[in-house]
């Protein structure tokens, strides 16, 4: 692949980041852009939010098997078992647990940004944010490390995207955390960890 196209993809799985950024950032510039078409049938700014993160998860899926199909030789392919696929293996689904356990504390409303929107969101301190700051930012690098583990190596290229995106999710992470990412939480109450059924925590843990 030539500069060009490492730059291509580079921007690509930017721009995920970037409107993250720009969301967290200017919640009430994206709940104007949610009364414009097409996300005016949308109930409310999460929903559009979780709209975009959907769209996004397509597009970083479609540059992952791009990537492969390119440094495959026009071929995409699984490799036979080894120990490099079973670690990747483990790693995607170390990541998909984290990530799985952030939708379930959080519900819809935190992970997408409610406490951005006016939504009022307590603290919350069970697994998985009883062991990592940021759960959901590290279980989707599990995943990216796995795959590109189980598909790429051991070329010389399996370390690129994996790289880029560790800068990425690094770089979010930080930025949020300067932007005051954990301003507007409540704490809970004392009893309880994550607040009432129907109140979800706050995307402490941003979009994957």
């Known amino acids: 692949m030539s500069f060009w196209g490492v730059l291509v993809v580079a921007l ?16 009430t510039a994206f709940q104007a852009l949610c009364k414009r078409a097409p996300f005016r049938a949308l109930a409310s700014p ?4 979780e709209y975009l993160f959907w769209g996004f998860k ?26 490099a696929m079973i670690a990747g293996l483990l790693l995607v689904g170390s990541g998909q647990v984290l990530n799985l356990g952030v939708f379930h504390r959080l519900g819809r409303t935190g992970v997408f940004y409610g406490n951005r929107f006016g939504y009022a969101v307590p603290w919350c301190h069970r697994f998985p944010f009883s062991v990592l700051r940021h759960p959901q930012y590290v279980g989707t690098l599990l995943s990216v ?14 370390v690129v995207l994996p790289l880029l995106e560790t800068a990425y999710y690094t770089l979010g992470s930080y930025v ?3 932007a005051g990412g ?12 994550c607040g009432p059924p129907g109140v979800h925590p706050p995307a402490s843990a941003p979009l994957a």
Not at 145 to 158: E, S
Request: proline share 9%; aromatic share 18%; charged share 15%.
């Open 145 to 158: 490390w796995g795959f590109f583990l189980v598909m790429r190596f051991p070329h010389p290229d399996w």
């Open 12 to 27: 690509g799985l930017g721009l995920e980041r970037l409107t993250y950024a720009w969301v967290w950032h200017r919640p």
């Open 182 to 193: 954990e301003s507007g939480r409540v704490r809970p109450q004392p009893g309880g960890t």
């Open 58 to 83: 397509t597009l970083q899926a479609a540059i992952f098997l791009t990537w492969c199909w390119l440094w495959g030789g026009g071929v995409v392919r699984l490799p036979a078992w080894d120990p």
């Open 176 to 178: 949020e955390r300067q």
């Open 46 to 49: 999460t929903d559009a939010l």
